[in-house]
């Protein structure tokens, strides 16, 4: 169907677009989570807040799922290497990811105020812990991380949960923590009434404030101080997926390179800013649904951002650079990949369609006083 | 003989997490169905009485699934983490179906689980019965590639060896996905879950009539599950002798100790009803046979033999001396851009997984002892009492479940639901499907050992290069975890059976448990 440096270019895009469909649809899941305790001051309010998103969570929530699935199908030395080097921060996602279906299934089954409130703030954490975390670890991936393979591409990594938490990484956590709450409060603006998304704006807007700042002191970041990777000469493009035998070097400012060379690109950049500024005016007018939008569209505007200034690398390493793994040398055999297309081709879009449907027939906002009737409403 | 290290950690982890994730698994494939086939029910007859009974089911299949979903993003997750050395090696092969699974399955059950609690009023009620039906057929689906991925890992085929990305890859899709293992785990492992999910049914409706309460719901729950149980537990039975046959072709080592069958017996062998396998003498006391069944059972022939665990165990030997030679030449040339086997080393390279086995004993394979040999030859022998009585209790319940609800059946068709005796006896069984799923994961996955892959990998290998503190601190983490999320869902779902079904739609207190009131459109 396609050569094998097409299809590490196709994967290296669906990647990108699992990334992004995770951000828009399951990030604000994780913004409400994160507002929840703070938008909603009631029992009523925060059965408003759940049940906005307690009919779509779970699908959204495949995003994640298949992400994890993609990078281990098509590009397995990554898997291996971010999975078992991230081994503590990992954990922490997990308990986050685990945390929130148990903390909206539970937390309306027993009426007592103590035992909701608990399930509040655990619902809190596991937005706010992986939010976090994602953003550090896209810090350090921009930094490289420090790992090495043997002959038999075995990994060893020499660090630990500690030196992923540097100050350029943890900027990157906030950078993530912004942008999903951002995410988040729109989806509640257009979804919920009254108090709770009078709060959702103007918590919304404050949020893509912070994160034009954010993203602003990032990229100057990125630009002056830390130091990018460059594959030195001839690329192999359709080489075997073995990582060892290139060369690359470091230098500041060279995750600009493809910024240099494809001018286009800046788009993403764009997009990010033009996004979160647009969404902080819809904001400010209550205009929900061109706030979800133009936050949408940044929050795509921001990942691309990362996966453009990288390629072709997918995780640099810190202490062998050279070792580090590319779009040209990580990925699955041309079998898997071209197998995995096919499915992707044929399945993602009646994901798409009936996500879709599934949408329209539970638009409309949830208001207070429908969740006092009770009539159609499970948590 | 027994340190904490990462391999052994990891394992136990691994273990720990799996079996806790099929805590809930089974009852969401079997409460699934049984929920599309009650609202089934109550859309051809219109009777009120269906919609309320699916809405109950409904409310612990949500419990439940939100456990279940908890709980598998630690499965996918934990390859990575812990085996990370085993996803390089087989990512190309086993990442496939994993990430199938999330696109044609798992998105279909989670999208519209939410519209099964959410879309009683929004859709019309054939509308909402499809919906229903696509949660029921997106967990099934799941089960077929987690399963495809699984039992790749007990017959590794459509794949092979690459020099150049020291890994496995793909050769043919098609072998991988009509892999005679997958089929037979697929069916089998469906049907304990459906199994599962009817004893559920069956259990808390006997508690009911015995307490005389929600009888009109308890009945009609009790009729479907016990003819839809029934069909299951026949079905388990059936098709788990179907996978004793394929692990018979494939998997020779995990039938002998299965069987606890040291010598190769002339054939057909016989099945031992009883006994207490000694590992010490390698011999099996006090044995009680039933002549030529295991014959047929794993060969479904009277002339081929099964072979005991000693002749297997020589053929290990053979085997890691074999591919010495190929372990040698992958030392030096492997990893190489343009590395091709040469010709005369092909049938070494089949078994250089075997040799690998030497590494646990000596890192320097190549300067292994006739007496390393040997041990690593006898590492291929798993448990054996651990297996020999997992299948037997296994096989025992699958039995008292055909029995259970075949009298289940018969009393409900005579409309006799009564008996007292029979109901409590229902009741108690309630635990015993869950009971015999994980005796049967651990005779799959124990029984495979010392393989993570059969035949090409040792388990050993498999793990992540981390240290051993961060597995302890995940592990306890695990355990703290999962252990007071436990008492929770048990504690909830108890509280639920307790309130029961709601009978008839009252305006909603607010702090009261949210059940979506048919709105008078509905109730035409």
Same mark, same amino acid.
């Not at chain 1, 009426?111 to 992986?130: I, M, N, Q, Y």
């Not at chain 2, 087989?90 to 998105?107: N, Q």
């Not at chain 2, 409900?412 to 007292?420: D, F, K, L, Y």
């Given at each position: 169907m396609?050569?094998?440096?097409?299809?590490?270019l196709?994967?290296?895009?669906?990647?990108?677009?699992?990334?992004?469909?995770?951000a828009i649809?399951?990030g604000f899941?994780?913004?409400?989570?994160?507002?929840?305790p703070?938008?909603?001051?009631n029992d009523?309010q925060?059965?408003?807040?759940l049940n906005?998103?307690?009919?779509?969570w779970?699908g959204?929530?495949?995003?994640?799922?298949?992400g994890?699935?993609?990078v281990?199908a098509?590009w397995p030395?990554?898997?291996?290497?971010?999975?078992?080097?991230?081994y503590?921060?990992?954990?922490?996602?997990?308990?986050?990811?685990?945390?929130?279906p148990?903390?909206?299934?539970?937390?309306?089954k027993?009426p007592?105020s103590?035992?909701?409130?608990?399930?509040?703030?655990?619902?809190?954490?596991?937005?706010?812990?992986?939010?976090?975390?994602?953003?550090v670890a896209?810090?350090?991936?921009?930094?490289?991380?420090?790992?090495?393979?043997?002959?038999?591409?075995?990994a060893?990594y020499?660090g630990?949960?500690?030196?992923?938490?540097?100050?350029?990484?943890?900027?990157?956590?906030l950078?993530s923590?912004?942008?999903?709450?951002?995410?988040?409060?729109a989806?509640?603006s257009?979804k919920?009434?009254?108090?709770?998304?009078?709060?959702?704006?103007?918590?919304g807007?404050?949020?893509?404030?912070?994160l034009v700042l954010l993203?602003?002191?990032a990229?100057?970041?990125?630009?002056l101080g830390?130091?990018g990777?460059?594959?030195?000469?001839?690329?192999?493009h359709?080489?075997?997926?073995?990582?060892?035998?290139?060369?690359v070097?470091?230098e500041?400012?060279?995750?600009?390179?493809n910024?240099?060379?494809?001018?286009?690109?800046?788009?993403?950049?764009?997009l990010?800013?033009?996004?979160?500024?647009?969404?902080?005016l819809?904001?400010a007018f209550?205009?929900?649904?061109?706030?979800?939008?133009?936050?949408?569209?940044s929050?795509?505007?921001v990942?691309t951002?990362?996966?453009f200034s990288?390629?072709?690398f997918?995780?640099?390493?810190?202490?062998?650079?050279?070792?580090?793994?590319?779009?040209?040398?990580?990925?699955?055999?041309?079998?898997?990949?071209?197998?995995?297309l096919i499915a992707?081709?044929?399945?993602?879009?009646?994901?798409?369609?009936?996500?879709s449907?599934?949408?329209y027939?539970l638009?409309?906002?949830?208001?207070?006083a429908?969740?006092?009737r009770?009539?159609?409403?499970?948590y | 003989m027994f340190?904490?290290?990462?391999v052994?950690?990891?394992?136990?982890?691994?273990a720990l997490?799996?079996?806790?994730?099929?805590?809930f698994v089974?009852?969401?494939?079997?409460?699934a169905?049984l929920?599309?086939?009650m609202?089934?029910?109550?859309?051809m007859?219109?009777?009120k009485v269906w919609? #309320? %009974? /699916?809405?109950f089911?409904g409310?612990? *299949? &949500?419990? $439940?699934?939100?456990?279940? =979903?908890?709980t598998g993003?630690?499965?996918e997750?934990q390859?990575?983490?812990?085996?990370?050395?085993?996803?390089?090696?087989v990512g190309?092969?086993?990442g496939?179906?994993l990430?199938?699974e999330?696109?044609?399955?798992?998105?279909? #059950? %989670? /999208?519209?689980?939410g519209?099964?609690? *959410? &879309?009683? $009023?929004?859709?019309?009620? =054939?509308?909402?019965?499809?919906v229903?039906?696509?949660v029921?057929?997106?967990a099934n689906?799941?089960?077929?590639?987690?399963?495809?991925?699984?039992?790749?890992?007990?017959?590794p085929v459509?794949?092979?060896?690459?020099?150049?990305?020291?890994?496995?890859e793909?050769?043919s899709?098609?072998?991988v996905?009509?892999?005679?293992?997958a089929?037979?785990?697929?069916?089998h492992?469906v049907?304990?879950?459906?199994?599962?999910?009817?004893?559920?049914v069956?259990?808390?409706?006997?508690?009911?009539?015995?307490?005389?309460r929600?009888?009109?719901?308890?009945?009609?729950?009790l009729?479907?599950?016990?003819s839809?149980?029934?069909a299951?537990a026949?079905?388990?039975?059936?098709?788990?002798?179907e996978?004793?046959?394929t692990?018979?072709?494939?998997?020779?080592?995990k039938i002998?100790?299965?069987?606890?069958m040291w010598?190769?017996?002339?054939p057909?062998?016989?099945?031992?009803l009883?006994?207490?396998?000694?590992?010490?003498?390698?011999?099996?006391?006090?044995?009680?046979?039933?002549?030529?069944?295991?014959?047929l059972?794993?060969?479904r022939?009277?002339d081929?033999p099964?072979?005991?665990v000693?002749?297997?165990?020589e053929?290990?030997?053979?085997r890691?001396r074999?591919?010495?030679a190929?372990?040698q030449?992958?030392?030096?040339?492997?990893?190489?851009?343009?590395?091709?086997v040469?010709?005369?080393l092909?049938a070494?390279?089949?078994?250089?997984?075997?040799?690998?086995?030497?590494?646990?004993?000596?890192?320097?394979?190549?300067?292994?002892?006739?007496?390393?040999?040997?041990?690593?030859?006898?590492s291929?022998?798993?448990d054996?009492?651990?297996?020999?009585?997992?299948?037997?209790?296994m096989v025992?319940?699958?039995?008292y479940?055909i029995?259970?609800?075949a009298?289940a059946?018969y009393?409900?068709?005579?409309?006799?639901c009564?008996?007292?005796?029979?109901?409590?006896m229902?009741?108690?069984?309630?635990?015993?499907?869950?009971v015999?799923a994980?005796?049967?994961w651990i005779v799959?996955?124990?029984?495979r050992?010392?393989w993570?892959?059969?035949?090409?990998?040792?388990?050993?290998?498999g793990?992540?290069?981390?240290?051993?503190?961060?597995?302890?601190?995940s592990?306890a983490a695990f355990?703290l975890?999962?252990?007071a999320?436990a008492?929770?869902?048990?504690?909830?779902?108890v509280?639920y059976?307790?309130?029961g079904?709601?009978?008839?739609?009252e305006?909603?207190?607010s702090g009261?448990?949210v059940?979506?009131?048919?709105?008078?459109?509905?109730?035409r």
């Amino acid at each position: 169907m396609f050569d094998y440096m097409t299809l590490r270019l196709i994967w290296w895009a669906i990647l990108g677009v699992l990334l992004v469909g995770f951000a828009i649809l399951d990030g604000f899941d994780i913004g409400v989570a994160m507002l929840h305790p703070f938008v909603a001051r009631n029992d009523t309010q925060r059965r408003v807040t759940l049940n906005t998103i307690g009919p779509v969570w779970e699908g959204n929530q495949v995003w994640f799922i298949l992400g994890g699935g993609a990078v281990f199908a098509a590009w397995p030395p990554l898997y291996a290497v971010s999975f078992s080097g991230f081994y503590l921060a990992m954990l922490l996602v997990l308990i986050g990811l685990i945390l929130r279906p148990v903390a909206i299934t539970f937390r309306d089954k027993r009426p007592e105020s103590g035992w909701r409130e608990t399930w509040d703030w655990l619902f809190f954490v596991s937005g706010f812990v992986p939010a976090l975390i994602f953003g550090v670890a896209f810090g350090n991936l921009l930094q490289g991380v420090p790992f090495h393979f043997d002959q038999a591409l075995r990994a060893t990594y020499e660090g630990g949960l500690l030196g992923l938490l540097n100050p350029f990484a943890l900027l990157c956590g906030l950078v993530s923590v912004a942008m999903l709450t951002m995410q988040g409060a729109a989806w509640l603006s257009v979804k919920s009434e009254g108090e709770v998304s009078v709060r959702a704006r103007r918590s919304g807007a404050l949020a893509a404030l912070l994160l034009v700042l954010l993203i602003s002191a990032a990229g100057l970041w990125t630009m002056l101080g830390v130091e990018g990777f460059r594959i030195d000469g001839v690329i192999e493009h359709a080489g075997p997926s073995n990582p060892l035998a290139k060369s690359v070097t470091r230098e500041a400012g060279a995750w600009l390179d493809n910024y240099r060379a494809y001018p286009w690109m800046i788009a993403a950049p764009a997009l990010a800013y033009t996004g979160a500024l647009v969404a902080a005016l819809a904001f400010a007018f209550s205009a929900g649904r061109i706030a979800f939008l133009a936050s949408s569209l940044s929050v795509s505007g921001v990942a691309t951002m990362a996966g453009f200034s990288m390629f072709p690398f997918l995780l640099p390493s810190s202490t062998h650079p050279s070792q580090s793994l590319t779009v040209w040398d990580a990925s699955s055999s041309k079998a898997t990949l071209s197998l995995m297309l096919i499915a992707v081709i044929v399945f993602l879009p009646i994901v798409l369609a009936y996500t879709s449907w599934v949408y329209y027939v539970l638009r409309g906002a949830v208001s207070e006083a429908a969740i006092r009737r009770g009539d159609d409403y499970y948590y | 003989m027994f340190e904490f290290d990462v391999v052994t950690l990891s394992r136990l982890q691994f273990a720990l997490t799996a079996m806790y994730h099929f805590l809930f698994v089974p009852l969401t494939l079997g409460l699934a169905l049984l929920l599309a086939i009650m609202e089934s029910v109550y859309v051809m007859t219109g009777r009120k009485v269906w919609k #309320e %009974a /699916t809405q109950f089911w409904g409310t612990l *299949f &949500g419990i $439940n699934f939100a456990m279940g =979903v908890a709980t598998g993003v630690t499965m996918e997750f934990q390859f990575g983490t812990n085996w990370a050395y085993y996803s390089h090696y087989v990512g190309d092969i086993f990442g496939a179906p994993l990430a199938i699974e999330g696109l044609m399955a798992f998105f279909l #059950e %989670a /999208t519209f689980v939410g519209l099964f609690f *959410f &879309g009683w $009023n929004r859709l019309s009620k =054939v509308q909402h019965l499809i919906v229903t039906w696509l949660v029921a057929l997106g967990a099934n689906f799941s089960a077929l590639w987690i399963l495809v991925a699984n039992a790749w890992m007990q017959n590794p085929v459509g794949a092979a060896f690459n020099p150049q990305t020291m890994r496995m890859e793909l050769t043919s899709f098609t072998e991988v996905l009509f892999n005679p293992v997958a089929q037979s785990k697929f069916v089998h492992t469906v049907s304990a879950g459906y199994v599962t999910g009817a004893m559920f049914v069956l259990s808390i409706g006997a508690y009911y009539i015995l307490r005389r309460r929600h009888v009109d719901i308890a009945r009609r729950s009790l009729t479907v599950a016990a003819s839809f149980g029934l069909a299951s537990a026949l079905s388990v039975v059936v098709l788990g002798d179907e996978s004793g046959y394929t692990a018979g072709e494939n998997q020779k080592m995990k039938i002998a100790a299965i069987e606890a069958m040291w010598e190769t017996e002339p054939p057909p062998a016989s099945f031992t009803l009883f006994g207490i396998p000694d590992l010490k003498s390698e011999t099996t006391k006090y044995e009680i046979k039933i002549p030529w069944v295991l014959g047929l059972i794993a060969t479904r022939s009277l002339d081929k033999p099964v072979e005991g665990v000693k002749a297997l165990v020589e053929r290990s030997e053979e085997r890691i001396r074999n591919g010495m030679a190929g372990y040698q030449w992958l030392a030096k040339e492997g990893g190489h851009p343009n590395a091709a086997v040469p010709p005369e080393l092909e049938a070494s390279m089949r078994d250089v997984g075997h040799s690998l086995l030497v590494k646990r004993i000596r890192p320097d394979i190549e300067n292994a002892t006739d007496t390393q040999i040997h041990e690593a030859a006898l590492s291929t022998i798993p448990d054996v009492p651990v297996l020999f009585w997992s299948f037997r209790i296994m096989v025992a319940l699958g039995f008292y479940f055909i029995a259970l609800f075949a009298v289940a059946f018969y009393l409900s068709s005579r409309r006799r639901c009564g008996n007292p005796w029979f109901l409590r006896m229902t009741m108690y069984s309630l635990p015993l499907p869950w009971v015999a799923a994980e005796l049967g994961w651990i005779v799959a996955e124990y029984g495979r050992q010392p393989w993570i892959i059969d035949a090409t990998m040792p388990t050993f290998l498999g793990v992540s290069n981390i240290p051993a503190s961060n597995v302890a601190a995940s592990l306890a983490a695990f355990v703290l975890f999962y252990s007071a999320l436990a008492v929770v869902d048990v504690a909830l779902i108890v509280k639920y059976v307790r309130i029961g079904p709601r009978e008839e739609a009252e305006p909603q207190r607010s702090g009261a448990p949210v059940l979506p009131a048919p709105s008078p459109a509905q109730t035409r």
